[in-house]
């Protein structure tokens, strides 16, 4: 049974892309690996912005500087 996690940062993610993100990866393991779509679990975490650092910062810092 495959298990993905994707981590995400929470940044206005469609409930649309997340099910695009489950169906496609679930898919890549059928594809490439032969796995049976009915038992492959795909999680998304979405993690916030203060929550996720980049290079010694923050990602909400690191957007605020675009």
């Given at each position: 049974m495959p298990y993905v996690n994707i981590k995400i940062t929470d940044e206005n993610v469609t409930k649309d892309q997340k099910l695009k993100l489950i169906q496609g990866v679930t898919q890549l393991l059928v594809d490439v690996l032969g796995k049976n779509p009915a038992t492959t679990v795909v999680v998304i975490d979405e993690v916030h912005t203060d929550n996720w650092g980049?290079?010694?910062?923050c990602v909400t810092e690191l957007r605020t500087r675009k």
């Open positions: 980049i290079g010694g910062k």
